[in-house]
C-alpha cells in the first residue's frame, strides 16, 4: 500500500476515533479523489453542510445525501482504499 493510502487510511481511522483535527489535517491538501470524499464527510460530522456539499462535488464520488451515518461511511471510504491498494 502506497504511503499516500495508508495516511488516508490513518486519517479515516482519525475520524471514526474522533479525532476530527488529525484527520482534517491529514486530508486537507491531498489532491485525491477519496481524500476530497474524506473531507467531506469531515465537515458533514462538523455540521457544516456547504462546505460539505463542496467537498462532494470536488470529489465526484459520491454526494451528501448518499449517506446518513457517517461511520458507516467512512467504512465504505476505507473499503474503497483497500479495493485500490490490491494487486492487480
Known amino acids: 500500500m502506497s504511503k499516500t493510502y495508508q495516511d488516508l487510511i490513518l486519517a479515516v ?3 471514526l ?3 476530527w483535527d488529525g484527520s482534517h489535517k491529514i486530508v486537507q491538501d491531498m489532491d485525491l479523489d477519496l481524500a476530497r470524499w474524506t473531507h467531506a464527510v469531515l465537515h ?6 456547504p462546505n460539505s ?6 470529489s465526484r464520488l459520491c454526494e ?3 449517506y446518513e451515518n457517517t461511520k ?3 467504512s465504505r471510504i476505507t473499503e474503497h482504499i483497500n479495493d485500490l491498494s490490491l494487486p492487480k
Open 64 to 66: 451528501y445525501e448518499d
Open 44 to 49: 458533514k460530522i462538523e455540521g457544516d453542510e
Open 53 to 58: 456539499r463542496y467537498w462532494y462535488s470536488r
Open 13 to 15: 481511522h482519525k475520524a
Open 17 to 19: 476515533n474522533g479525532d
Open 72 to 74: 458507516d461511511e467512512l
